[in-house]
Every structure is written in structure tokens, then in C-alpha cells.
């Protein structure tokens, strides 16, 4: 089964009384098949979160959806709650990123996380017990079971997401930012549950700010900016062998334990989500304003995406300095 989005655009509508919107994803097209894992990059605010919400169809009511998204060939986009309901977490699941939000502070972790069992029809005694392996799947220690949200670390309340998720065995998986709590021994080991699920022929939609972590379990990251897509490449590419001027900057500015470098950020701050600015955008690069490399024709006209060999595709700045010095 895969995950799929075709011409995926999202905008949320700033009042109720006018039909000014602010786009947060513009024109999105991406396919996870089975057995792949696909990573999203980019900084805060560049719609990563929101591409995952839109996955399940769990976007804020205010917000206006266009395009499809399709779950093992189902567009779920016109779908209604009821029958919603038969797809998420059974055909698709997800991994949220603020576990504060999501895990309900006066149940126990085992019994969060046996709930969808149950609402499929298992017994209760059956539920927890599968629960409990879970638990043991992802080290959670003896006894932890039993205690509720608060009484765990942060660490851990990631990895009792991670089992919900897993529960109910969906073969499509969202993950948002898998491993922002976690130490250093447990992100390998979640790394192995990942790489795990994708082994089994799961098809994974990974959002994360790790760049190094990236490389570890995706096959292909897609560099997302302003809501777009800017550059498509293998993951084992991304720290060593990017080309499009943000990815580059991102690289730079992200530390590794492995080598030395001198740090720098992306220049200037992240764009407006303005009307006046979504004109613009369609009428130049939308990096432009922030490239340390850009020319004359870079506010001028959008560039286009070009094939960058087996199979991966970047959006590539052709007629800037920075591509043709590449």
C-alpha cells in the first residue's frame, strides 16, 4: 500500500468574515510506496506538520484542502468522518508530535494504547496483552505500564506513541518528528523500528528536524520551503551532496558530532504568509529573498523542476549562479 498526495494544496482561512487565506502548502505532489521511507525536512513553519495532519485528514477546521491524498489508491480527501474512521489507524496511523496534546492524562499508557484494539472488536484481555508486548517491543520497562502520562518521561511518552501507532499493524505510518525527545541510545533504537517497518513492506512518511537522523532510515528526502517542495534527493545525499541553495544552508547550519565545521543559518528570516508575498511567489523563486548566490532572473521568473537521475528529482535554480556553478 502507498501514500500518495497529488497537487496537494492547503490554506487556512483567516476570518470568518472575509475569504482571505494563508497558504501553508502550495501544490504538493509526493508517492510513498510500500517498503519505503520517505523524510521531510525544513524549517518550523515551512508546512511539515501540516503535510502530516493532511495524511490523515485531521486538519484544523478552518483550513481548506484541495487536491488529493491517497491512501492505497483511496482518496481520502472527500471522505466523511464515519468513513474516516475505517482508514485511520487501521490502514494509516501517525505519531504526533506533541504527545501532551494527544495521550489522555487520566488513563494508563497500556490502556491508550489498547483502545483501537478494543474498538475493532478484541477482547479487552487480548488488547492489553498485545499491548504489553508492544510496550516490551519498544523497552519500555516492566511495571511502566501501569502508570499514567505524567508519571513517564518525556522519552518514553514518545515511544507509547510510536506504540499506538504500531498497534493495530496499519501499512501506511506517518511519523512527525519520531525522535525530538528521546537520548541518543534510544534514537538508534528507533531507527531500527523504523527501518523495521519498512522492511516489512510499510509505506513511511517521516517529518523531522534532524538532518543526520534523516539519512539513517529514509530512502529519499524531500526539502520542503514556504510550503513547497524545493529539492527531492536520496537521503544518503542530503548532509554530503546537496544542490539547491537552502538545503545547502540547512546543512550548514545544523551541527554534527561527527566533524568540525563552522556554523551558519539561513540568512534573514522566513517570508510572510501574506497575500502580497503568495502574489509574489508566483513570479520569482521563492528562496530569492534569502539566497546568499541569486541573480538578476531569480526574482524574475520561478524555476522549474528538473530530473536528477534514477528516479529522484530536484527543483533546481537553472538560471542562478549557485546551479551553474554546480
Known sequence: MSLQFKNLTVQYRVSDTT?????????????????ECVSVVGESGSGKST???????????NAVMT????VGGTDISDLSDSELEKIRWNEISIVFQNYGD???????????????LIKNGESRSTALDRSAKMLDYLKIKPGRAELYPH??????????????ALITDPAVLVLDEPVASVDVITKSYL?????????????????????????????????LYFGSILESLPSHELLDAPRHPYTRALVRSFPMMECAKDLAGVRGTPPSRSSEFSQHRNRSCIFQPRCTQSID???????????RGAGSAEVTVAMSSATAAA
Open 19 to 35: 475569504d482571505d487565506r494563508v497558504t501553508t502548502l502550495d501544490n504538493i505532489s509526493m508517492k510513498i510506496k510500500g517498503g
Open 51 to 61: 503535510l502530516a495532519l493532511a495524511s490523515m485528514k485531521l486538519l484544523a477546521p
Open 67 to 70: 487536491g488529493e491524498v491517497l
Open 102 to 116: 494527544v495521550l489522555n492524562p487520566v488513563h494508563r499508557i497500556i490502556d491508550q494504547i489498547a483502545e483501537p
Open 151 to 164: 508519571q513517564i518521561s518525556a522519552g518514553e511518552r514518545q515511544r507509547v506513541l510510536m506504540a499506538m
Open 191 to 223: 531507527a531500527d523500528v523504523i527501518s523495521e517497518q519498512v522492511d516489512s513492506g510499510k509505506a513511511v512518511l517521516m517529518i523531522t528536524h534532524d538532518l543526520s537522523f534523516a539519512p539513517v532510515c529514509s530512502d529519499r528526502c524531500e526539502v
Open 297 to 307: 532572473v531569480c526574482s524574475q521568473k520561478e524555476p522549474q523542476a528538473v530530473s
